[in-house]
């Protein structure tokens, strides 16, 4: 079974200063990892993916994740936050084998930037 | 299509009626699946469907929630003598068999009054 817990409801930061979005994953088997970004009123938008190979992995808007496995985290960053990242975060994670494709998510960070 | 659709993006019901959520995946998608997603709460996950295979139904939260793939393409959700607790945003989202990675819909707002 797998499952992730995203450390911090709501984080708040100034625009320009580092963002920092914590999770942690709990899998049997090798993870896929994954972080999507929610807007107000739309879907689930993918921001970056690991799948077991490069353990750094770059996305879209700026925005990085590392995976490492001695510490089971996956913490999200981008260096310097902009308005329009104001938004939700998700973090999730299925198993290479077993459970289908099927994600498991946490359950979100608002991310609040401010002036 | 070029993304996930759904239809209708908004939905008020009254307590005890049919409600039906419709799911369009992108073409040649062959896994679907549908999440809910509660005010303060994360995706929960309901139903998954995969190619021909049987669907694992393992999240739908009652008897009252069904859905059904028609063609390995557009799914409809099904909640019957729906519930204000059934009241949530709707999220459907298709992949690739390799599934790394989901594409989503915009969401059907499901509201019971």
């Known amino acids: 079974a797998q499952s992730v817990t995203q450390l911090g409801s709501h984080v708040s930061v100034s625009e320009g200063a580092l963002v920092l979005l914590r999770c942690n994953y709990s899998?049997?088997?090798?993870?896929?990892l994954f972080w999507y970004v929610q807007y107000p009123n739309q879907g689930l938008q993918l921001l970056l993916k690991?799948?077991?190979?490069?353990?750094l992995v770059k996305g879209i808007n700026g925005f990085e994740a590392e995976f490492k496995k001695s510490e089971t985290s996956f913490h999200l960053t981008k260096p310097s936050a902009h308005m329009s990242d104001a938004a939700e975060y998700f973090c999730?994670?299925?198993?290479?084998?077993?459970?289908?494709?099927?994600?498991?998510f946490g359950t979100g960070t608002q991310l609040k930037v401010e002036l | 299509g070029a993304g996930v659709s759904q239809s209708p993006s908004n939905k008020v019901t009254e307590k005890g009626k049919d409600v039906e959520l419709r799911c369009d995946p992108i073409?040649?998608?062959?896994?679907l699946y549908w999440y809910r997603q509660s005010l303060g709460q994360g995706l929960e996950f309901l139903i998954y469907?995969?190619?021909?295979?049987?669907?694992?139904k393992s999240g739908l939260p009652s008897d009252r929630f069904s859905a059904e793939r028609t063609g390995g393409s557009v799914s409809t959700l099904t909640i019957q003598r729906t519930q204000q607790e059934d009241s949530a945003v709707y999220l459907c989202?298709?992949?690739?068999?390799?599934?790394?990675?989901?594409?989503f819909g915009s969401g059907t707002r499901l509201t019971v009054v």
């Open positions: 899998s049997s088997v090798p993870p896929y």
């Open positions: 999730a994670v299925r198993g290479l084998t077993g459970g289908g494709n099927k994600l498991t």
């Open positions: 989202a298709s992949s690739t068999r390799q599934g790394d990675g989901y594409t």
């Open positions: 690991y799948t077991s190979a490069a353990t």
């Open positions: 469907f995969q190619g021909n295979s049987a669907p694992d």
């Open positions: 073409s040649g998608h062959t896994a």
